[in-house]
């Protein structure tokens, strides 16, 4: 096992305790906050009016900024930023989108610069406090330190990361989540088997430990999607799937594995930033292809212990071939064209990923010559 430090300063408020995010806030002096979402869906189950219920009776005032997309986008965060001109928090009440780019509005109003200037690898010296009440458990985002964002003029989909925009609390209550429709649990399953499996094929060390909580991990996944497809009103098995998403990317899963990476993040973003693709919807596409590539080239054996381990087969095509039936089964795209992708569209793909792979620090592995292997193996 390498040498680590780990960090991570988030309070966790896990159940039905979204009522109280509006006393924290103004225990912590905040009294007016810039209150992000999504779409109309807060409104719909009538989480919107519960909040802005606990902030008037706490007298925290607020300023309204809906309208975050799936894949939250430049424009949108910039508008943000203007509004946050005179409050002294935010307020996230969505899923990893709202997060993501409340995160990016935090630190450009703290910093009063360009958005997009961080996603370019501006150094974020000072962010607003953040405050998320969770409704989508998928991306990890209410307990990490990192923020996505598409810049929809240049076709862009970058990441930055900070201790400054790590949330100072999150509320975890798996009961927000069941009235979303079962493409988004779908799309959520995937994600966070992705975030396990980047690291737990791509670290420089495997440690027993780290191998189970990651085997463990997807496994969870796998049993509580099913359950929650069946029964889309059992918290318990949602409380399980929010935890994994949570745990999945929130740092745990890569303390003592050394460097590891996010290939098919990288791959993957392309495919959302040119065809707003579902996050979750492209990495079902991309994993699979990536893993047969992977495979072929390294013979690593983690990809036979995987196999083993959490799909009960004898060798590495088995495991692959049963992880893209499982997406398969449980209604994930696992073709480009059930993205509503030409296969002739590969090239244009390839540019925007080698464009941005030194992002990434992926440019030498990952070459239009290798990443065309990958795409034709979809």
């Not at 943000?80 to 409340?102: F, P, R």
């Not at 703290?110 to 370019?120: A, N, P, Q, R, S």
């Not at 069941?178 to 649990?185: G, H, Q, R």
Request: aromatic share 8%; charged share 20%.
């Amino acid at each position: 096992m390498e040498e680590f430090n780990y960090y991570n300063p988030v309070k966790i408020l896990f159940g039905d305790k979204q009522s109280q995010i509006a006393d924290i806030l103004k225990a912590d002096g905040h009294s007016e906050v810039l209150f992000v979402y999504g779409q109309s869906s807060i409104k719909k189950t009538g989480l919107y009016d519960e909040i802005c219920e606990s902030l008037k009776n706490a007298n925290v005032k607020f300023i309204e900024h809906g309208g975050v997309s799936s894949n939250p986008v430049l424009s949108h965060a910039r508008e943000g930023v203007q509004k946050a001109k005179d409050i002294t928090a935010i307020l996230a009440v969505g899923g990893g989108s709202v997060v993501d780019e409340s995160k990016a509005i935090a630190a450009a109003a703290g910093m009063k610069c360009d958005v997009w200037e961080l996603y370019e690898g501006k150094e974020v010296t000072s962010a607003l406090p953040l405050y998320v009440v969770l409704t989508l458990s998928a991306t990890g985002s209410e307990m990490n330190a990192g923020s996505v964002l598409t810049n929809e003029e240049t076709k862009e989909k970058l990441s930055f990361g900070s201790p400054l925009v790590y949330p100072k609390v999150s509320v975890i209550n798996p009961a927000l989540t069941a009235t979303l429709n079962e493409n988004y649990l779908v799309y959520s399953a995937v994600d966070i088997i992705a975030h396990v499996l980047e690291v737990y094929f791509t670290a420089e060390e495997h440690p027993k430990i780290q191998n189970r909580f990651c085997e463990n991990i997807i496994k969870s996944v796998i049993k509580t999607t099913e359950i929650i497809l069946k029964n889309p009103n059992d918290i318990d098995a949602r409380g399980e799937f929010a935890l994994c998403a949570t745990w999945a990317l929130n740092g745990l899963t890569s303390l003592g594995v050394g460097e590891c990476s996010f290939p098919n993040h990288m791959i993957e973003h392309s495919l959302s930033a040119l065809y707003n693709v579902p996050h979750g919807a492209g990495l079902a596409v991309v994993i699979p292809a990536w893993l047969k590539w992977f495979y072929n080239e390294t013979k690593n054996t983690q990809v036979d212990r995987f196999a083993k381990k959490v799909f009960g087969k004898k060798n590495a095509h088995e495991g692959i071939l049963a992880l893209e039936s499982w997406f398969s089964k449980i209604g994930a795209p696992i073709t480009l064209k059930e993205l509503g992708i030409n296969k002739k569209d590969v090239d244009k793909i390839i540019k925007n990923i080698v464009r941005v792979a030194p992002k990434w620090d992926l440019e030498k592995i990952y070459n239009p010559d290798v990443l065309k292997e990958i795409l034709n193996l979809v």
